[in-house]
């Protein structure tokens, strides 16, 4: 909030010293600082599934509880990646990555001091906020930085970067809850943090959009989140409580409708959260399509 309340005439309107900065920029270097803090999100999906019956045991609830401290994660970071990467483009994208990387490592500090566990699934959403404000920013900055025959490259690389991440969290969340306990879990996220921070302070450029004076909008960015929530929610919980349950069924049928809505609403209003003329690109629709399927 401090930072936002700071914001200058110069934070608001791009200007040519920008990108007279983006050109001196080591372009590697910055794909480094944003892949290391990208890593640690991704990893922290799925860190904590081998800790479950750790947790179970250490803080006296069941399992299904526990599995909330992971559903609460995925669902907030769901939800909140659309909203934050149009947020990027009015506040400044290195601006709101640092932002999101000292929300994360500093929820990862207070989950590991978790008493219970309800402290521990307020802290996860809190994760949540700060890996949305680092993965929504991430492939922007990587699209700012790198010239178009240089793009591919380093989008393969953050792709490579959240398949890796994916794998080897629950091996990882293994070792480390073997031999050091499940604090450490959410402990190793704190030097991983503040290092990605210091690095990418000290080599992101402004990285301002030209969209900066277009409205946010807020319709949009509330029909989305709940649509996407309440439908992974639904599919999240159907295999425990039953694709039958009335429980599932209404939460499935809740985001369908939210994410219709949102549709219809994007469709229709002048500066839309997602811009669905994207999907005209076939070679852009095919490539949402695999990665959906």
Excluded at 10 to 24: C, G, I, M, R, Y
Excluded at 117 to 128: H, M, N, T
Excluded at 219 to 234: D, H, N, P
Excluded at 252 to 276: K, N, S, W, Y
């Amino acid at each position: 909030v401090f930072w936002f309340g700071r914001m200058t005439e110069k934070d608001q309107f791009p200007v040519t010293a920008a990108a007279s900065e983006l050109e001196q920029s080591n372009p590697w270097m910055i794909l480094f600082s944003v892949a290391l803090g990208l890593f640690m999100v991704v990893i922290d999906v799925s860190i904590l599934s081998i800790a479950m019956p750790t947790l179970s045991r250490t803080m006296n609830a069941s399992l299904e509880e526990i599995e909330w401290a992971l559903i609460a994660y995925s669902v907030a970071l769901t939800g909140l990646v659309p909203f934050f990467g149009r947020i990027s483009d009015v506040l400044g994208r290195k601006r709101l990555f640092l932002t999101g990387l000292l929300i994360f490592s500093t929820a990862s500090l207070l989950a590991a001091l978790s008493p219970s566990i309800l402290w521990l699934i307020g802290v996860r959403l809190l994760q949540a906020v700060g890996g949305a404000l680092i993965t929504s920013n991430t492939l922007a900055i990587i699209t700012d930085t790198f010239p178009a025959g240089r793009r591919g490259v380093a989008m393969g690389v953050q792709g490579i970067i959240i398949s890796g991440g994916a794998a080897l969290g629950p091996s990882l969340g293994g070792f480390l809850v073997t031999h050091f306990g499940w604090h450490s879990v959410f402990l190793i996220n704190v030097p991983i943090g503040m290092i990605a921070a210091l690095l990418a302070a000290l080599v992101l450029p402004p990285l301002q959009s030209n969209r900066t004076l277009e409205p946010i909008d807020w319709t949009g960015a509330a029909t989305l989140m709940v649509g996407m929530s309440t439908l992974l929610l639904g599919l999240t919980k159907g295999p425990a409580w039953g694709w039958s349950s009335l429980y599932v069924d209404l939460l499935i049928a809740a985001g369908l409708l939210m994410l219709g809505i949102f549709l219809v609403h994007e469709m229709r209003t002048q500066f839309p959260l997602v811009d669905l003329s994207l999907f005209r690109n076939r070679e852009f629709a095919a490539a949402q399509m695999a990665g959906l399927f």
